[in-house]
């Protein structure tokens, strides 16, 4: 691999990692007689399938994608495998092939963004900084924006079209809403449940009146009935009173409670 292509493939490796994608690295590391590439050859597979890349194409870039799509399923870290290319791949050459498979999954710090600046934003906000998360909010007014405390692990962006940044956010974000109200809400719900697939978590402040409005709107925009079931409105847990540092505490235990049923429960204890 050129200096130019190696450049290529970590820049590819970089910006899969941003958008918080799991993926395998495959390399050839061997061959004996005729094959599709030569040694050094590296492609880069998602659950998507090929993001980058190749190792041959055709029937043996086909067994490869098959290959690192289960090690993603099944969290396997490391394969090493040698493939007969004619009795192994069903192709006419008879050369052998050697493949070292690298996985490179999504490690926590899990995402949480924040749609508003308000009340309940600057408690939600400041107790997401204790937890080993990122953190990006976003909202029109630069002065409550302002407010917020400083952090690596929070980015601000002080914008009027807050629903254009849904798409840019890394895969299996917990996406929440609190902004000034339902006309500022809507617009980036709605963008949001149009990708629902993406995200981990999807929840709006509220009351259980303001669901029922956001359920029609949903439907009225041509989200599918489905699709609508997966948001929470109220959001957080059903415990505590009205305070914004309550609800921000009820928030973030719902969306811990679904970190670890989707991403698993860490054992390990502090001291």
């Given at each position: 691999?050129?200096?130019?292509?190696?450049?290529?493939?970590?820049?590819?490796?970089?910006?899969?990692?941003?958008?918080?994608?799991?993926?395998?690295?495959?390399?050839?590391?061997?061959?004996?007689?005729?094959?599709?590439?030569?040694?050094?050859?590296?492609?880069?597979?998602?659950?998507?399938?090929?993001?980058?890349?190749?190792?041959?194409?055709?029937?043996?870039?086909?067994?490869?994608?098959?290959?690192?799509?289960?090690?993603?399923?099944?969290?396997?870290?490391?394969?090493?495998?040698?493939?007969?290319?004619?009795?192994?791949?069903?192709?006419?050459?008879?050369?052998?092939?050697?493949?070292?498979?690298?996985?490179?999954?999504?490690?926590?710090?899990?995402?949480?963004?924040?749609?508003?600046?308000?009340?309940?934003?600057?408690?939600?906000?400041?107790?997401?900084?204790?937890?080993?998360?990122?953190?990006?909010?976003?909202?029109?007014?630069?002065?409550?924006?302002?407010?917020?405390?400083?952090?690596?692990?929070?980015?601000?962006?002080?914008?009027?079209?807050?629903?254009?940044?849904?798409?840019?956010?890394?895969?299996?974000?917990?996406?929440?809403?609190?902004?000034?109200?339902?006309?500022?809400?809507?617009?980036?719900?709605?963008?949001?449940?149009?990708?629902?697939?993406?995200?981990?978590?999807?929840?709006?402040?509220?009351?259980h009146q303001?669901?029922?409005?956001?359920?029609?709107?949903?439907?009225?925009?041509?989200?599918?009935?489905?699709?609508?079931?997966?948001?929470?409105c109220p959001?957080?847990?059903?415990?505590?009173?009205?305070?914004?540092?309550?609800?921000?505490?009820?928030?973030?235990?719902?969306?811990?409670?679904?970190?670890?049923?989707?991403f698993g429960?860490?054992?390990?204890?502090?001291?």
């Amino acid at each position: 691999m050129s200096k130019g292509n190696f450049e290529d493939f970590l820049g590819a490796m970089s910006a899969l990692q941003k958008k918080g994608k799991t993926f395998v690295v495959v390399t050839l590391v061997k061959q004996i007689g005729s094959s599709p590439q030569e040694v050094g050859a590296r492609a880069i597979i998602s659950a998507n399938g090929l993001e980058y890349g190749t190792v041959g194409g055709g029937k043996v870039e086909n067994r490869a994608i098959q290959e690192a799509k289960k090690m993603i399923t099944e969290k396997t870290r490391y394969l090493f495998t040698d493939w007969n290319l004619q009795k192994d791949i069903g192709m006419t050459c008879g050369g052998v092939v050697s493949f070292f498979f690298e996985l490179f999954e999504q490690e926590h710090p899990f995402h949480v963004a924040v749609f508003g600046a308000g009340h309940i934003a600057q408690e939600f906000v400041r107790l997401l900084l204790k937890l080993d998360c990122k953190v990006s909010c976003f909202d029109p007014r630069r002065e409550w924006l302002d407010k917020l405390p400083t952090s690596s692990k929070l980015t601000t962006l002080c914008t009027e079209d807050m629903a254009s940044e849904v798409t840019k956010l890394p895969e299996r974000s917990f996406v929440t809403l609190m902004t000034m109200g339902h006309g500022t809400d809507l617009p980036v719900l709605i963008e949001t449940m149009k990708h629902r697939d993406r995200f981990s978590y999807v929840g709006n402040v509220g009351s259980h009146q303001k669901y029922l409005r956001l359920r029609n709107d949903l439907k009225q925009a041509g989200i599918p009935e489905d699709v609508i079931e997966k948001f929470y409105c109220p959001m957080g847990e059903d415990f505590g009173g009205n305070s914004p540092v309550e609800i921000a505490f009820s928030i973030i235990a719902q969306i811990l409670r679904t970190k670890d049923q989707i991403f698993g429960r860490s054992n390990e204890a502090s001291t």
